[in-house]
């Protein structure tokens, strides 16, 4: 069974840029389509990004797409999402979590990270 676990949070201004990290341990990383969502104070978890095995296949949400980027390297087990031009709205913890099949935008996920903070200041 895989273990997530997310990194580089923080808070930050309107404007900036930050990269999220996903380290993937106990698996067998390359076998999982990998996704980031997140969860707003009083909302629902969301769709952010996600990307295929191999990473040739990517999915962003409309709300972040041309600000984010999700890649991946199998050789480090690692995930991660650059994101530029961050807005107030983007504030949420995100999660990074990964599947066995398809990487597409739903939220059906088998394993899931603890999460990180993500503060956007205006």
């Known amino acids: 069974q895989v273990q997530l676990v997310e990194s580089g949070g923080g808070l930050v201004q309107a404007g900036d840029s930050l990269t999220l990290s996903c380290a993937a341990s106990?698996?067998?990383?390359?076998?999982?389509?990998m996704g980031w969502l997140r969860q707003a104070p009083g909302k629902e978890r969301e769709f952010v990004a996600a990307i295929s095995r191999t990473g040739a296949l990517k999915y962003y949400s409309e709300s972040v797409k041309g600000r984010f980027t999700v890649s991946r390297n199998n050789a480090k087990s690692t995930m991660y999402l650059s994101m530029n031009s961050l807005k107030p709205e983007d504030t949420a913890v995100y999660y990074c979590a990964g599947r066995f099949g398809a990487a597409d935008s739903t939220l059906g996920y088998d394993y899931w990270g603890q999460g990180t903070q993500v503060t956007v200041s205006s």
């Open positions: 106990g698996g067998t990383f390359g076998i999982y389509a």
